[in-house]
């Protein structure tokens, strides 16, 4: 080893999409047979519910199950069931969920106009089928700002933990970066706690102690099984409204098309409180928005759309906490760990970390023959990020021919596994400050519209990301991090390092050492967090009513005008029970007053 760190660099760009891979993919929940659960391909023509719900996300699943305890539900998911596909349940197939790109894969990548390779989720569950599965609430004021009623979000919370949130337990990496927060002075000590507390904590997570995934598709055991219909694979092209006569646009059904591509129509029943929900996340509400005739009139006439509501706010505010992350090589085994410990800063960034003594499959594999317990030595399986197929591969996007594809895998083939050892610590600006668009990029739903973030277009997240920075740095050089860094690589030379791997598909520049703000320009990555298109105030109102039509709501992350705290799943999830029991409640209240009318 030298102190210049270059054996190391070159195995960067396999290491470096480890990050990715630990943020987005982890086991899940044993199989469930819904009964209530079916391919689409076995829907009727024709049907009619009280509720349909287009997205069986984060947020969709317990709002449908809510729903169904005393209506009929439709439940529309475009992907398929997470308790069929092994890569999803379990670990060891869990690096080629994401280099999956074909039409049935669980996450559907995209990459932003800003050049930043990103995915969505597209299975039942959504992006807690494929997340790191940290679990964490949002902070009270968050609550109250947004306007939620703090007792009701409570209880909507624990609701949800009942099933998914689980407390887990530390290896010697995450407990040395829990130490070091507190000793580069995140303080105070929170311990474990779902709350959002500034200081360091253990937060949740979806894993149970057996390392089983468990997603929004586990809250649908709360169902009525008799009050609601999943249909999977069922990929909705428009909703339906009644125009004319001078009245507001009503919501009335939806066009969806099954895996054969058999068109089916589904439609709300007879009654006024009779709703469409969308539920299908910051890329997919807005973009079924825009297909359905509500947007900017001026882009939704250049594809020859039909008008139903000029609302110009669809599809704008849309942000993505930007992300970036240190590599810091061990010269001892580290555990392999999602994210599980946060410091929550008061510089306006969260720092987390994820470490892995081997993120690819293993080179050798014990003899089949009868004795000698021999090994055979096999080309180490690289997942995701291997040079051919990976989201984050050691071959950037555009210069991925075959001959560089062929170099690349044979470098890395030669490898030592040491070179492997170590882990990323990382740092998530709050809010974020800078916000973009989304707009169609053609008619197809299944396509994925094009959308712009503008990072660090605002200089706060920038100021954010470098004081971030810095205070992972003091992680790093922390007595209770010894053990896991090299005593003669320095901060340079790990920034270095971090930033020759080709995260993105931005330029590169010479000085990213020596300044941070280049550094978090030139390495920003996604950590999944993108919300906003159809947000309240602009697209919804404070009961997320679609404003300026009737029977349509929108209940995701679409709606978020900031990311709530570390991560924004457990507050989702809490969103959708949230609603779904405020909507029910609405609904006897109606019925009530109906009754003493008579």
Known sequence: MTTGGRPFARALAIICAGVATLLCCSPQARGVNYTFARDATGAPAVSYYDYIIVGGGTAGCPLAATLSQRSRVLLLERGGSPYDDQRVENMTHFMSTLADTSPGSPAQRFVSEDGVINSRPRVLGGGSCINAGFYTRARDDY???????????????????????????????????????????????????????????????????????????????????????????????????????????????????????????????????????????????????MLSGVGPADHLRSFNITLVLNQPAVGQGMADNPMNAIFVPSPSQVEVSLIQVVGITQLGSYIEGASGSNWANPRHRASSSGSGGGQHRLPRNFGMFSPQIGQLATVPPKQRTPEAIARAADAMSRLDDAAFRGGFILEKVMGPASTGHLELRNLNPDDNPAVTFNYFSHPEDLRRCVDGLTLIERVIRSKSFQRFTYPDFSIEVLLNMTAEFPVNMLPRHDNDSRSLEQFCKDTVMTIWHYHGGCQVGRVVDAEYRVLGVDALRVIDGSTLNASPGTNPQATVMMLGRYMGVKIQNERLHARRLKKRKV
């Open 143 to 289: 609550v109250l700002d947004v306007g939620w009623d703090l007792a009701a979000t409570r209880d909507a919370y624990r609701w949800v933990e009942d099933v998914v949130a689980f407390h887990p337990e530390l290896g010697p990496w995450q407990a040395a970066l829990q130490r070091g927060l507190l000793e580069a002075g995140v303080a105070p000590d929170n311990g474990f706690t779902f709350d959002h507390i500034d200081g360091t904590k253990i937060g949740g997570s979806i894993f149970d102690d057996e390392g089983r995934r468990h997603t929004a598709a586990d809250l649908l055991r709360y169902a009525r099984p008799d009050g609601v219909d999943v249909l999977l694979r069922a990929r909705v092209a428009k909703i339906l409204f009644n125009v004319g006569g001078g009245r507001r646009p009503v919501a009335h059904g939806v066009v969806f098309h099954d895996s054969e591509g058999q068109m089916h129509k589904a439609y709300l029943n007879a009654g006024r409180r009779n709703e469409i929900i969308l539920s299908a996340g910051a890329m997919g509400s807005p973009q079924l928005l």
